[in-house]
Nanobody, 121 residues
Framework: QVQLVESGGGLVQAGDSLRLSCAAS????????MGWFRQAPGKEREFVAAIDWGGGVKLYADSVKGRFTISRDNAKNTVYLQMDSLKPEDTAVYYC??????????????WGQGTQVTVSS
């Protein structure tokens, strides 16, 4: 059974940093792309960042470019999202996703349950 478990969310102040982790289990995802999406209250789920299976290709939403960094450790089946210079508008539930192809669209095969990130001003 495939399972994605996010961790690392929390309540921080504007300008602080957080590091999200997403551990995948149930199979190896070393040949899969991994991504992060977020959903704020009353808004649609939006793309944040994605990384291909080898880590050589990384995509970012314009709103987080230069502040967030995605990385992965295939030996641990884990993807990370380092979030720096957080802003109140980054407040959302963050979801990790795994799929065969790297994409900005939510066309991923597996999803985690999400972790809450709240940034106070």
């Amino acid at each position: 059974q495939v399972q994605l478990v996010e961790s690392g969310g929390g309540l921080v102040q504007a300008g602080d940093s957080l590091r999200l982790s997403c551990a995948a289990s149930g199979r190896s995802f070393s040949r899969y792309a991994m991504g992060w999406f977020r959903q704020a209250p009353g808004k649609e789920r939006e793309f944040v960042a994605a990384i291909d299976w080898g880590g050589g290709v990384k995509l970012y939403a314009d709103s987080v470019k230069g502040r967030f960094t995605i990385s992965r450790d295939n030996a641990k089946n884990t993807v990370y999202l380092q979030m720096d210079s957080l802003k109140p508008e980054d407040t959302a539930v963050y979801y990790c996703a795994v799929g065969r192809y790297i994409s900005r669209s939510p066309a991923y095969d597996y999803w985690g349950q999400g972790t809450q990130v709240t940034v106070s001003s």
